[in-house]
């Protein structure tokens, strides 16, 4: 039996993770929102054909790992890419 740990680091109240990999699910949907910033949860649902709650939770892990954040009102906001380029993955 395997044993994965998600193993992280504490720097200044905040919690982060150590060298986590983004799944598939996490890269489609960070293309997506790189090729339309103002994109709504209902809209990547319907574009990778999946539930607007598993949507939600990846984006929610995107944003914990402080990949993602969402600038603005909920309804004419848009979405931000941290760091470098999606386009190399």
């Known amino acids: 039996m395997i044993v994965h740990r998600n193993?992280?680091?504490q720097s200044r109240n905040k919690i982060?993770?150590?060298n986590k990999p983004l799944n598939?699910?996490?890269i489609?949907?960070?293309?997506?929102i790189e090729i339309n910033p103002e994109i709504s949860y209902q809209r990547l649902s319907e574009s990778l054909n999946?539930?607007?709650s598993t949507i939600m939770r990846q984006i929610q892990a995107?944003?914990?790992l402080g990949i993602l954040e969402r600038v603005g009102p909920k309804k004419s906001g848009c979405w931000?890419?941290?760091g470098?380029?999606?386009s190399m993955l």
Do not use: A, N
Not at 28 to 32: A, D, F, S, T
């Open 16 to 18: 982060e993770p150590l």
């Open 62 to 64: 995107l944003k914990d």
């Open 84 to 86: 470098s380029s999606i």
């Open 28 to 32: 489609q949907l960070l293309k997506l």
């Open 80 to 82: 931000e890419i941290k």
């Open 50 to 52: 999946k539930g607007r």
């Open 24 to 26: 598939k699910m996490q």
């Open 7 to 9: 193993l992280k680091v």
